[in-house]
């Protein structure tokens, strides 16, 4: 019987016992597919890129693509859009709700958020401190939400200690990378090695507005900046740092 429709599979939660076993299943799998089928272009992405880990291995154990092939008598037709690459999947507690997990994970591939501008305004500065690390931060909001950039240098006066990082609002961290650090009036220019840019997902030429109501954020801001970018060894420093 003939039948024009379709069915969306509703959300699994997996967990491997033994994910090595499992990747080495699905490789095994497409290795065998390979032999028979190793011009079809639609196999080609499995091919040229087998499955590493259980996640990886899961996208295909789970895909329409291979239901086509596992059942090769049934005319299967399967369309379908990964919304998420194997190394952004992340474990969920074993009690967490599969469906919710899932449009958890779904919404930040769906609706990802806008990128970071290269020209914010920062309104919110502070400064905190524990047994190894100074850290200064700007934030768009007091909340520390919205775009916010992290500088953490270490407490150690000492030249051979571990580097400066910047860290941004989606935790990407780069340890240097810092070119130029220029402080004129309200505005706070920072420009990054193409490495560091490209680390921490945002421009490699910043111009922060700075819009602080109270009075002293702007002296926090200079010496926690001076504070962090002037640690560690000398060669990991700004080649330009005014502030």
Not at 27 to 56: I, M, N, V, Y
Not at 175 to 184: D, K, S
Request: charged content about 30%.
């Amino acid at each position: 019987m003939a039948s024009d429709e379709y069915y969306i599979v509703s959300a699994v939660k997996i967990r491997f016992e033994d994910g090595a076993a499992v990747c080495a299943a699905a490789r095994s799998e497409l290795a065998r597919l390979k032999e028979r089928h190793g011009d079809d272009t639609e196999l080609q992405r499995f091919f040229t890129a087998p499955p590493e880990s259980p996640a990886s291995a899961m996208l295909w154990l789970a895909s329409p693509t291979r239901l086509k092939y596992l059942y090769p008598g049934l005319d299967v037709q399967a369309e379908s859009q990964f919304f998420a690459r194997a190394d952004v999947l992340k474990p969920i507690p074993p009690a967490h709700d599969p469906l919710d997990a899932f449009w958890d994970q779904a919404r930040r591939q769906l609706d990802p958020p806008a990128p970071p501008s290269d020209t914010p305004t920062m309104r919110f500065v502070g400064t905190s401190e524990d047994s190894d690390t100074f850290t200064v931060g700007l934030a768009e909001q007091p909340d520390g939400g919205g775009q916010c950039l992290l500088f953490m240098g270490p407490l150690a006066d000492d030249p051979d200690a571990e580097t400066y990082c910047l860290s941004t609002e989606s935790a990407a961290t780069r340890y240097g990378g810092v070119r130029e650090c220029v402080l004129e009036d309200d505005l706070l220019r920072i420009k990054l090695s193409r490495a560091a840019a490209r680390e921490l997902g945002i421009g490699p030429e910043l111009a922060i507005t700075l819009e602080f109501a109270e009075a002293t954020a702007l002296e926090e801001l200079r010496d926690g900046l001076r504070r962090v970018l002037a640690s560690g060894p000398r060669r990991n420093r700004p080649k330009r740092l005014e502030l």
